[in-house]
Structures are given as C-alpha cells and as structure tokens.
C-alpha cells in the first residue's frame, strides 16, 4: 500500500479497520492526526498549531525537539544504537552514577540504579525488589487517587478499580489510604485546623492487632511498602500540605514500612526539583522514574534504591530482566538530560515560570466562578471546575472545554490555535497543566487567554 499523500479521512478509516482500540485512548469525537512539533507545540497535517499544556503526560519537560538531547541521542544512533541489555556500555555506566549522586546528595543515602523500559516495568521491579528485601511479603499501603501504571501488579496498587475489572487480581490488591486532597479533604476536616488528622487515622492502624496491619506480640507488620506519589499525577495534580510525608515517613520508619516514590510523572524537574519528594522532608527507599528521563526521546525507565535493598548480594544478577533495559539510546538521551538540566538552571527557572503562571490563574479564577480551585507547584498546576458554588464537580464543562480545545479554532487576534488539555481528577474535572519546562512567558499569556476564550466560548 502507498502510505504518501493519504488524506486524513483515509488514515481515520485504516485506523478503524486495523488498530487496536485497547493501547489508544479514544478521547477526542473528531480525531486528530499530528505530523510534527517543536518546542511547546505540536502541528496536524494541516499545519494548523496547538499549544501542547500537558506535553505528553509529562514526558517531555524540556520541550519537543530539544536540540541539545536530540543531538545526543542521535550521535548514539551514529556510533552504538543497539547493544543487548546483559553486556555494559558507557553511557549506562555514566547514566546510573549521575542519577545515583544526584539523588544521594539529596536524601543522604548511597543506593543504585536499575533499568527498565517502561513506568509501569519500573513500578513492577520496585515490587519485586520489595518482596525480596521482605522476604516475600505482598501486601502494600498505596493512595487512593493514585495511579502507578496498568500492568497487572501495577494496577493492585492503583486505585481505580476499573484498571482490573476486566482481568482480575494478579496477586494483592493493595489497601488503599486517603490522600491528603484538602480542597475535597476524605474526612471532611478543615486544613488550617485538622492538625494532620489523616496520618493520625492511618497511625491507628497500628494500635491494635484487630485493626488487620500488626502483630503486636512482636511488631512485625504485614505490610511491605506505601506507595506514593509526592503529587498526585493522574488524580489531579493535588499538592499535599507542608509536613505531612514527613509525619507519614515517620510513621513507617517506625514499623519498618518501606517507603516507595513514584515519580514517573512529576520527576525531573517537574515541580523544580530533581525529584517532588525533596519539597517534603521524607527520604524515600527506592525511588521510580521514567517519562522524562529521555524527554519521550527513547523508552527508558528505573528505580534507585538504597544500597540495602538493592546491593549485589542480596539482589543478585537476574533477579530482573528486560530485553531493551538500559538500551544505548535511551542511555545516551538519558546522560543528555542529566547534563542539560544542570546547566539549564531548572530549580530557578520553574519555580519563577510555576509562581507567574499559577497568579495568572489565580486572577482568571477571581473573574470566573467555575474555577473552584487552582494550586500547583513548579510547572505542575490544576485547575478544578466547578459548578458556580466553587465546589460542585463540573465535568460537563471540562469535557466541552477539552473537545474545544482540539479542534485548533480559537480565535486569538485573528490567529487561529488549538489547545492540548490532560484531563484528571477524581471526579474527572481537572485539567493536569505540564507545560514544557521551556515555555515562554508569552506561551503562558497566549495559554491563558486561549483557556479564557474556551471558558466563554462554552458557556462559563
């Protein structure tokens, strides 16, 4: 078949007869087909250019077409583009020290880095590594609102229940806590006044053996790990308050609880750190990340864990393995991003960017009584729509803003613009803002008023 010169409509119709529907999500009533991008932008086969506000889920912090990440990655390409996975080469060596130094400098532990291609593979070797520093011990805390990939042991530890319907449990779902979601607090407390009532709740558990998480005979508890996210991703972007993973970290220290960071979305910058957890005063045992660690260049996923749970001896070759872990491209873009983000300045940067967009839209959400809330850290910012009571979730509105967006025809000075929006929230009523770390405060302006032209434009 000749695939040149095929109009959209013609693609639309391979895809439907060829594609699976299962490994796309079919958001959008009318399609898009993109062909290229650069920077914060992304262009459909008619050129027309939409600002790319959730750039791939997080993938890409450091803007699409990065020149200084794409040259490294193509060098790789040039020189050593495929090696198996079991044999060394430089840029994975090179890689695991920057990530291992820079991550022991900021929590004040030695560990190791181990590679995989994918978030949900790395979620799947953190729980391996669990299970074997516990001795087979399953049972994990994890958040409700979280999200931490769709394979089959990740999604036990996801809240959604609709991630497993359709395949059953794999081993152990997990027991699933409330996040601090203090705009929606789950025990109806105030957060100026509740004194951090929600990690006192998860204490409890501990009091008694008839709670299910103790045996108070000798304090051995049944739980291997809590999985969190410093910020929660999928569930909406929700900032924690100040003070509480610490009093959380506290807690699980004290009955030997591992503490597993999922940074997969908010990692590398995201919120102007290295990884979101430094904001918080915990020290996590094993930290995941992917998505940006090449900027979407080359799948490339990990997990650091301190030395104790992941030294030699005790995790010992083949304990895991995948055939494309710490292939040399993703290595070499991998290095690349190390290397940019400390000459770039990021930690200034994004704090400036996050604090100039985020009054920005605090002053849209003064003129506009469906923003019921908006909070952020860094670059990564919700807003919550609501009814005109400021609390009551609208997803009708965030739908139809959404589907606007896309369809590239906002009138802006009279040049026309689409708008890429994520979605999340428990109620399916936030939109997920994760702009290029490189966008320009003249993006930012345009984005806010092209988010006001849709709020207007559907009824708010």
């Not at 991550?103 to 299970?131: C, M, P, W």
Request: aromatic share 14%; net charge negative.
């Amino acid at each position: 078949m000749e695939y040149d010169g095929l109009t959209k409509d013609k693609l639309l119709e391979l895809e439907a007869r060829y594609c699976s529907y299962g490994d796309t999500v079919h958001y959008l009533n009318d399609p898009i087909i993109f062909k290229k991008c650069e920077g914060s932008w992304l262009f459909d086969m008619e050129d027309r250019p939409y600002l790319d506000m959730q750039m791939w889920y997080s993938a890409v912090n450091f803007g699409y077409r990065n020149k200084e990440i794409e040259a490294a990655h193509n060098r790789q390409m040039a020189a050593l583009p495929q090696v198996a996975s079991q044999y060394l080469h430089r840029e994975k060596i090179l890689l695991a020290a920057a990530i291992s130094e820079e991550t022991g400098k900021r929590f004040g532990e030695y560990g190791r880095v181990h590679f995989n291609v994918g978030g949900a593979q790395a979620i799947e070797d953190s729980i391996k590594l669990v299970r074997n520093s516990k001795c087979g011990k399953s049972l994990m805390f994890a958040f409700m609102g979280g999200y931490h990939g769709r394979t089959l042991a990740a999604t036990e530890i996801t809240s959604s229940f609709r991630y497993r319907k359709r395949y059953g449990h794999f081993a152990n779902r997990a027991t699933f806590i409330p996040y601090p979601y203090c705009y929606r607090c789950f025990y109806a407390k105030e957060r100026d006044t509740c004194d951090y009532y929600c990690v006192r709740e998860f204490e409890r558990l501990f009091e008694t053996e008839y709670y299910g998480a103790i045996d108070k005979k000798d304090n051995e508890v049944e739980y291997a790990a809590f999985y969190v996210e410093p910020i929660q991703a999928t569930g909406g972007y929700i900032v924690p308050p100040a003070g509480y993973f610490e009093r959380l970290a506290d807690v699980l220290k004290r009955y030997g609880i591992l503490l597993v960071d999922d940074e997969i979305q908010m990692g590398f910058y995201r919120t102007g750190k290295l990884w979101a957890m430094e904001h918080f005063g915990a020290k996590p045992d094993v930290v995941a990340f992917a998505k940006s660690l090449t900027n979407g260049l080359n799948p490339l996923s990990g997990i650091w864990a301190r030395e104790g749970l992941i030294r030699p001896e005790i995790f010992p070759p083949g304990s895991t393995h995948s055939t494309f872990s710490s292939n040399p491209l993703g290595t070499a873009a991998g290095l690349a991003v190390m290397r940019y983000v400390k000459e770039e300045n990021l930690e200034d940067v994004v704090a400036q960017k996050g604090a100039y967009l985020l009054e920005r839209l605090k002053s849209l959400q003064k003129r506009h009584s469906v923003i019921g809330d908006v909070d952020g850290l860094g670059l990564a910012i919700r807003v919550e729509l609501t009814e005109t009571d400021g609390f009551t979730p609208n997803r009708g509105l965030t739908d139809a803003i959404f589907q606007e967006g896309m369809k590239g025809d906002i009138d802006i000075k009279g040049e026309k613009y689409g708008l890429v929006l994520d979605v999340g929230g428990y109620y399916k009523n936030a939109f997920t803002l994760a702009p290029a770390l490189t966008i320009s405060q003249e993006e930012m302006d345009l984005f806010v008023n092209l988010f006001e032209s849709l709020l207007k434009k559907c009824g708010a």
